[in-house]
């Protein structure tokens, strides 16, 4: 008995009380449960990350990016894959008149942004903090770039329509001027709709992004103050700085154009703010709508309907490029001479200020709105604006000095015109403004007063009010075209009247003014009225008059002691008093002489209106006009 004990014994292992196959199986089970566990913590967090949470779509849908867009934010569930998909919402930018109902996303509401706390509610945009003044060095220790750039175009665009409307109504409250018209009756304003997309769509972005098209990217960069330094279709690269920004855009694989927008300084948005009208869009890709044009959308607030579009012979001046302007002076009549001038990049094409503008001036829409007190527009040329040689009230004072001349000689020859009786009206009406210095260039009275000015002007040049006949358009134009020719004329000869007679200086005694009008009450008037064959007759007319003057001034200088030296204006009273040759008069020339009036009073009285930041240089890009191909913003 005892040998069969010892034997049952030896089966046991230790004091387990167990033999080894039951204690195998109780280790292979232990083992087995944690790695059960294991493996389950493993699958979950795989789950939770990759499908749950959606990977990066869920982390960066949260406030840190999206701002108060991550509120709505959300996941649903989905039976077929058993995971969650993320919701999420983001903007679709556009711009249009803020009467428009109609976006882009149908059953959405429109939201536009007019800088009020309830905007500021609907857009999803967080309210201005004043942080008071920070050093640079802020910046810099804050430069996590965490939050979506859309959030801080956002917040810009606000702070655009919030900044200007209160510099606006502060101007228009120290001249005792009534409140600008209400914010629904914009032609241009920036709208935003919520969209709403998934993650398991959104190609190969690490944060949501926020939707607009080309065109309207170039239209709010252009609202914004931002000015375009690089545009390379071909290349996809696209680059604009200004105001405190900087704007980049490039293409990206399975991606399409991506642009970001960086804020880099203050933002300011007073007396630059561009001016909120419809035609902007066109001025953005150098299309500029002359006076005889009328939109198909222009809305005409006292009869509450559309206006008719009339059928001009030029409805637009395309000035986005040299070959367009080329093409712009042979449909106004120019010669092929002188178009050819324009394509040449050598050649000179300003005098006081590029010749494209003296066209603008002349033949443009007016798009200043009544009741506001902005004056920027976008340059629609690519030549540069520059007023530090010149003052467009000092030009209009100079031409009211001229412009009487002319109304003395048409007293004297029996009666002077209606439409110059106009003029040398508002010239009285605007003098009272012009002269005094603390006058600002945007005061609303001034404005108010330049717009009335236009206004009548064109109704004289194109709806003949009263008794007076409108010159036809082609008139307009051949005089147009004949003060172009005058001055590409001096411009390609030598001596120049504008060049080397009396060469323009950054003084700012009124010089330059004074020998540019007088240039053009000698000689663009003359080619406006008079008879030639082509450039070389003008060129030989201007020429020998030039020449004249400038021995007759030679003599004086020679014959008046040096602290005597006659002051320039002696020299253009001279110039002003020489006969013309005795070239024969065009058919119409009283006419053609009241047209040109008219077309160059209305030239300052534009370039006065309106304004053009230094910066702003076109870069070609017309046929971007009106494209609807669609870009992020990220």
């Known amino acids: 008995m005892d040998g069969s004990n010892t034997t049952g014994d030896s089966d046991n292992v230790g004091n387990t009380g167990l033999d080894s196959a039951t204690l195998a199986g109780v280790v292979s089970t232990v083992i087995t449960f944690v790695a059960l566990i294991v493996s389950s913590i493993q699958l979950l967090y795989q789950y939770y990350t990759n499908v749950s949470l959606n990977a990066l779509g869920a982390r960066n849908c949260n406030e840190r990016v999206m701002g108060p867009w991550a509120a709505l934010t959300r996941r649903r569930w989905r039976w077929t894959e058993l995971r969650f998909e993320i919701i999420f ?197 150098g299309f500029c709508p002359t006076f005889y044009f009328l939109d198909r959308d222009e809305f005409v607030w006292e009869k509450e309907e559309s206006r008719r579009p009339l059928d001009p012979i030029l409805p637009l001046l395309k000035l986005g490029s040299r070959q367009e302007i080329a093409e712009t002076l042979l449909d106004i009549g120019c010669s092929v001479q002188v178009a050819e001038h324009f394509l040449a990049e050598e050649t000179r094409v300003a005098h006081l200020f590029p010749v494209v503008f003296d066209v603008l001036g002349m033949l443009g829409k007016t798009i200043s709105v009544e009741g506001y007190c902005f004056r920027v527009l976008p340059n629609p040329t690519i030549f540069r604006w520059d007023r530090r040689l010149f003052d467009t009230k000092r030009l209009l004072l100079v031409f009211k000095e001229h412009f009487s001349t002319v109304t003395e000689l048409y007293a004297t020859a029996g009666g002077i015109p209606e439409p110059l009786l106009s003029i040398e009206s508002a010239l009285g009406r605007l003098s009272f403004h012009l002269e005094k210095p603390q006058v600002k260039d945007y005061s609303p009275v001034l404005l108010d007063c330049l717009r009335a000015t236009v206004e009548t002007i064109d109704r004289y040049l194109r709806d003949s009010p009263g008794d007076h006949k409108s010159p036809s358009e082609t008139v307009v134009l051949e005089t147009v075209s004949h003060h172009i020719t005058s001055i590409v004329a001096d411009l390609k000869q030598r001596p120049s009247w504008l060049i080397d007679i009396f060469p323009f200086s950054r003084a700012n005694d009124g010089t330059n003014e004074r020998n540019f009008m007088a240039f053009l009450f000698r000689f663009s008037r003359w080619a406006a009225t008079h008879e030639y064959k082509d450039l070389g007759a003008i060129q030989q007319n201007r020429n020998a008059k030039s020449k004249m003057i400038q021995e007759r001034w030679t003599w004086r200088v020679q014959q008046t002691p040096p602290e005597e030296t006659p002051a320039p204006d002696t020299t253009l009273e001279m110039a002003m008093l020489t006969p013309y040759n005795h070239s024969p008069w065009r058919s119409g020339a009283r006419v053609r002489d009241v047209t040109w009036c008219l077309l160059v009073f209305r030239m300052l009285c534009w370039l006065h209106l309106h304004d053009f930041h230094r910066d702003d240089v076109m870069i070609p890009r017309s046929a971007t006009y009106g494209s609807r191909m669609p870009v992020y913003i990220t």
């Open 89 to 285: 919402e983001s903007p679709i930018l556009f711009v249009a008149p803020a009467f428009n109902l109609r976006g882009p996303v149908p059953g959405r509401h429109i939201w536009y942004m007019d800088g009020s706390d309830r905007s500021y509610k609907e857009t999803r945009t967080r309210l201005p903090v004043d942080s008071g003044s920070l050093p640079r060095t802020t910046a810099v220790r804050h430069g996590i770039n965490v939050e979506a750039t859309w959030v801080s175009l956002l917040r810009t665009l606000q702070s655009m329509e919030r900044e200007s409307g209160k510099w606006q109504d502060m101007i228009r409250g120290a001249e005792d001027c009534e409140k600008a018209p209400h914010f629904s009756m914009r032609t241009l304003a920036v709208a935003v709709q919520a969209q709403t997309l998934s993650w398991d769509f959104v190609p190969n972005f690490k944060k949501p992004f926020a939707t607009t098209t080309i065109c309207h990217i170039v239209e709010m960069a252009a609202m914004l103050g931002i000015y375009w330094t690089m545009w390379d279709s071909s290349a996809d690269r696209y680059r604009a700085e200004g105001n405190g920004c900087i704007l980049l855009g490039s293409f990206i694989p399975e991606q399409g154009i991506v642009f970001t927008l960086i804020r880099h300084d203050k933002t300011v948005f007073r007396e630059n703010r561009l001016i909120p009208h419809n035609s902007i869009k066109r001025y953005c890709f």
